[in-house]
T-cell receptor, first 114, second 115 residues
């Protein structure tokens, strides 16, 4: 079975500081990994995805994530937080099982302090 | 930009009433998903269609929930009878199932309140 664990339901950073949101996955086969962002009263929006090409994946809004197989991790980072980054972030995993379905983590709410 | 359209955006209904939520996936996408989001349970996959055929609805309470795709431009999620515990935000998402990881596009959701 595949799953994702997001470490920390809430993360608070100061504006301009590094953002680090942690995600660990479990999957018996190489997975596809995703990060989504959800702003209040909106649906989820795809930030970036890993599909076994480059291990360092760049996404929208200056975010990037690194796939580390040895650590089964796919942490999301951004060098400098902006107030507009405040949102909930979801890590997700899927694999092709005759039609893939995606399992989402519990989410991490990011707070950005002025 | 192409988008997934969900209607209604908000629905308040009394316990026992039938609720129907609609979703128009992005033209050309062949997979459609229904998710339910609550504070307690997070995002739960309810049902999943590929090429309009249901592939997995194991996350859906079968006694009261049903999901269909009458055509490629419409997916529906129905609750009959509705109960207060069904109060949640229901999201539809669509994507391309090409045998590779392909992210979904989510709609803005239907916020359901059952009183």
């Amino acid at each position: 079975a595949q799953s994702v664990t997001q470490l920390g339901s809430h993360v608070s950073v100061s504006e301009g500081a590094l953002v680090l949101l942690r995600c660990n996955y479990s999957s018996s086969v190489p997975p596809y990994l995703f990060w989504y962002v959800q702003y209040p009263n909106q649906g989820l929006q795809l930030l970036l995805k890993y599909t076994s090409a480059a291990t360092l994946v760049k996404g929208i809004n200056g975010f990037e994530a690194e796939f580390k197989k040895s650590e089964t991790s796919f942490h999301l980072t951004k060098p400098s937080a902006h107030m507009s980054d405040a949102a909930e972030y979801f890590c997700a995993v899927s694999r092709n099982t005759g039609g893939f379905k995606t399992i989402f983590g519990a989410g991490t709410r990011l707070f950005v302090k002025a | 930009d192409a988008r997934v359209t969900q209607t209604p955006r908000h629905k308040v209904t009394e316990m026992g009433q039938e609720v129907t939520m609609r979703c128009q996936p992005i033209l050309g996408h062949n997979t459609v998903f229904w998710y339910r989001q609550t504070m307690m349970q997070g995002l739960e996959l309810l049902a999943y269609f590929r090429n309009r055929a249901p592939l997995d609805d194991s996350g859906m309470p079968k006694d009261r929930f049903s999901a269909e795709m009458p055509d490629a431009t419409l997916a529906t999620l129905k609750i009959q009878p509705s109960e207060p515990r069904d109060s949640a935000v229901y999201f539809c998402a669509s994507g391309l199932d090409q045998g590779a990881g392909y992210g979904y596009t989510f709609g803005s959701g239907t916020r359901l309140t059952v009183v």
